[in-house]
């Protein structure tokens, strides 16, 4: 029987959104699969982990192309990539917590290619008068993921609806970036 990749790579996420400090073992266990398998796919735990970097990474990019960041209003784009993404939320709440992904030549060029994608829709909404000028499009992307990661964080705990992730996102950041009429 041939080991199904991505299905294990699931597993490990959906573990590891719960417990990012689960062993290889338990990677293993939740997979369905023996140690030894996970080890011969993935040689140890910084392996595994540049594994979900690449699976994040395209779902993040898919999210990114099915919202349409560049049609109609900025708020409306910022809407449709959190409903887009909120499926990976859980995995890159994970990843945003491995900073041996963010540092030193390793880094994965994904991750530009999608600060530079969210960013730029920042902008198109500054440049359209829709949101304040006074934050930077580099801030703006930083406080998408952080509450991204938050909501992931609160609906995996319980804390949360399902059902109210992606309103509580768009009406919290949206609410502080939008531009106030001046009087």
């Given at each position: ?78 809407r449709r990539l959190v409903r887009e993404i909120e499926p990976a939320a859980g995995l890159l709440a994970f990843l945003y917590t491995e900073n041996q992904l963010f540092e030193g030549e390793q880094q994965n060029q994904g991750w530009t290619r999608i600060d530079d994608r969210i960013a730029a829709l920042f902008r198109r909404g500054q440049q359209s008068g829709e949101f ?52």
């Amino acid at each position: 029987m041939a080991l199904d990749r991505e299905q294990v790579l699931r597993s490990a996420a959906a573990l590891l959104t719960r417990r990012s400090t689960a062993t290889m073992d338990e990677v293993a266990k939740a997979a369905g699969i023996s140690r030894a398998t996970l080890h011969r796919h993935f040689a140890g735990r910084d392996a595994l982990v540049r594994a979900l970097e690449a699976l994040g990474i395209e779902e993040c990019e898919a999210a990114l192309d099915t919202a349409r960041l560049d049609e109609g209003p900025a708020a409306d784009a910022v809407r449709r990539l959190v409903r887009e993404i909120e499926p990976a939320a859980g995995l890159l709440a994970f990843l945003y917590t491995e900073n041996q992904l963010f540092e030193g030549e390793q880094q994965n060029q994904g991750w530009t290619r999608i600060d530079d994608r969210i960013a730029a829709l920042f902008r198109r909404g500054q440049q359209s008068g829709e949101f304040r000028i006074d934050l930077t499009p580099a801030w703006l992307t930083e406080a998408l993921y952080g509450l991204l990661a938050s909501a992931a964080w609160a609906v995996t705990e319980g804390r949360v609806a399902p059902k109210d992730f992606t309103h509580m996102i768009v009406e919290l950041l949206l609410g502080g970036a939008r531009r106030r009429e001046e009087s």
